[in-house]
């Protein structure tokens, strides 16, 4: 099992930054993908970034590349999301999630199998 706790969210103006962070626990010895996602009110969960933290790769969203940047410190087990010029359409609550042996950075929601419990994002006009 691996436990993953969200924290960071909060209310913030649009143009503003927020920077969320993931700390894995556990099981975590064959983890080597972290990624977050997303999901508004009557939406679908949806991929925003992920992270393969032993070789450093990334992929994002095409609706936040450029604003948004994944990173991690793997000595602490945590990644985190800084999110820079946000837009009322970030609103949602953010999830990160992992897969136990996952190499790859599937963007696809069904690839994870362990998730945190969400942290709300709100972003103000």
């Known amino acids: 099992q691996v436990q993953l706790v969200e924290s960071g969210g909060g209310l913030v103006q649009a143009g503003g930054s927020l920077r969320l962070s993931c700390a894995a626990s556990?099981?975590?010895?064959?983890?080597?993908?972290m990624a977050w996602f997303r999901q508004a009110p009557g939406k679908e969960r949806e991929f925003v970034a992920a992270i393969n933290w032993s070789e450093g790769s990334t992929r994002y969203a095409d609706s936040v590349k450029g604003r948004f940047t994944i990173s991690s410190d793997n000595a602490k087990n945590t990644v985190y999301l800084q999110m820079n010029s946000l837009k009322r359409e970030d609103t949602a609550i953010y999830y990160c999630a992992t897969g136990p042996g996952i190499t790859s950075l599937p963007v696809a929601a069904s690839a994870y199998d362990y998730w945190g419990q969400g942290t709300q994002v709100t972003v103000s006009s």
């Open positions: 556990g099981r975590t010895f064959n983890v080597y993908v």
